[in-house]
């Protein structure tokens, strides 16, 4: 079984930044892929970024790269989100995600483990 906290969300103004911090207990954390997603007030939940278990490889969607940065540091179990260059249309609630399938794969898809998610509000 495996847990995901977050952290590190807020306010804060357009052009701004923010980083997240997602830590993972339980399960072998070094094999997972892991992604985050948002979900924005009466809007489904879309993804934002996924890393490979390595962190060799990276994924961004359209809106957001160039601007948000994915990274992880297995030893720490933590996997976090950079967000610069901040718009109000990033405000949302951000969720670490994992599948929690151990391998050696280099491709990211969401799965069934969730953490609590953080809210990130961006002021105009």
């Known amino acids: 079984q495996v847990q995901l906290v977050e952290s590190g969300g807020g306010l804060v103004q357009a052009g701004g930044s923010l980083r997240l911090s997602c830590t993972a207990s339980g399960g072998s954390f070094s094999l997972y892929a892991m992604g985050w997603l948002r979900q924005a007030p009466g809007k489904e939940r879309s993804f934002v970024a996924g890393i490979n278990y390595s962190g060799r490889n990276t994924y961004y969607t359209d809106s957001v790269q160039g601007r948000f940065t994915i990274s992880r540091d297995n030893a720490k179990r933590t996997v976090y989100l950079q967000m610069n260059s901040l718009k109000p249309e990033d405000t949302a609630v951000y969720y670490c995600?994992?599948?929690?399938?151990?391998?050696?794969?280099?491709?990211?898809?969401?799965?069934?483990?969730w953490g609590q998610g953080t809210q990130v509000t961006v002021s105009s």
């Open positions: 995600n994992t599948d929690g399938v151990a391998g050696f794969t280099n491709t990211y898809s969401p799965g069934n483990y």
